[in-house]
């Protein structure tokens, strides 16, 4: 298992922004520490203009360049946000070649990517990663690429670049209604949205994860593309849900267990439980047994 990653994403942030630097630090900090789960690491891709290009518009692109205002109060114009965001999805893109390669990987980055449209930011996203990442992996010779969003929040910004591209299925997991309001039924030939009411069962929300996941490898994909959010866990101070860190882990076993090419991405997840909810999904994709739950 492959982490990648680069410090910088530590650099900003905004007092009270619940996307904080420390979802990270302290996500690598445990992952550090750990010593059951061997890792490697690596640095995020370059990202050149005409890779983002596939996902976004050359407006788009300026506009996150020049930082003329705050996209929302949610999304703010960062000092040097573009280069974050770009080398958040360069983490996506180096993910996806050590997958190729046969290595699992993670990339651990911020900013997130999923709510990133082709032609604006929001919901705390700029460029967005997963969908450039799987456009890339369509143009490096796969035919069937699945795109997998488990965040609690649906992935709008992931449909709307990867909707009726060929080659391309998306299907997302989320909380409807709840941020931001889109996603409560299928879009398109390829976009399959699986929207749950606020306060879902565990076990109905586990069985509406695992159908999905059925669907999406009864397709056959070549490869699979996770946008991994974290905040449908109990404790998130903004999902409503309530999964606990052990299904984490079993989604990462499930994906093992499809024998599949798989790379994943960091999206959302609040909680102060993140560190182990994310140690607890990459030990299941190595097939180590889950950790105690953690205590709140
Ligand atoms: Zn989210």
Redesign the pocket.
């Known amino acids: 298992m492959t982490i990648v990653t680069d410090e910088r994403c530590l650099e900003y942030g905004q007092t009270g922004h619940l996307e904080r630097a420390g979802r990270v630090a302290r996500s690598l900090a445990l992952l550090r520490e750990q010593t059951e789960l061997p890792l490697a690491w690596a640095s995020p891709l370059e990202v050149p203009d005409r890779v983002l290009l596939r996902a976004h518009s050359a407006a788009h692109l300026e506009r996150v360049q020049s930082l003329v205002g705050n996209f929302d109060s949610d999304t703010p114009a960062y000092p040097q946000i573009e280069q974050h965001a770009r080398r958040s999805v360069g983490g996506a893109l180096r993910a996806l070649e050590l997958c190729r390669q046969g290595e699992p990987a993670f990339s651990l980055l911020r900013p997130?990517g999923?709510?990133a449209l082709r032609e604006n930011a929001m919901?705390?996203c700029y460029y967005n990663s997963i969908a450039v990442a799987a456009l890339e992996a369509l143009r490096q010779g796969y035919s069937r690429v699945a795109v997998f969003d488990f965040?609690?929040?649906h992935g709008n910004g992931t449909e709307d670049i990867l909707l009726e591209h060929a080659g391309v299925q998306f299907h997302s997991v989320?909380q409807f209604p709840g941020?931001p309001d889109t996603g409560s039924a299928n879009v398109g030939s390829n976009c399959f949205n699986h929207p749950l009411p606020v306060g879902t069962p565990r076990e109905a929300y586990l069985k509406v994860l695992q159908r999905t996941l059925e669907t999406l490898l009864g397709w056959h994909p070549e490869v699979i593309a996770i946008s991994a959010?974290f905040?449908a866990f109990q404790h998130d101070p903004?999902?409503r849900q309530s999964l606990m860190a052990q299904d984490f882990h079993w989604l990462g076993q499930a994906l093992r267990a499809s024998n599949l090419p798989v790379f994943s991405i960091l999206?959302?997840?609040?909680s102060r439980h993140l560190p182990d909810l994310i140690l607890g999904y990459l030990r299941g994709l190595a097939g180590l047994a889950a950790l105690a739950e953690p205590t709140r």
């Open positions: 997130p999923h709510h919901g705390f965040d609690v929040h989320h941020y959010g905040d903004i999902g999206e959302g997840g609040y």
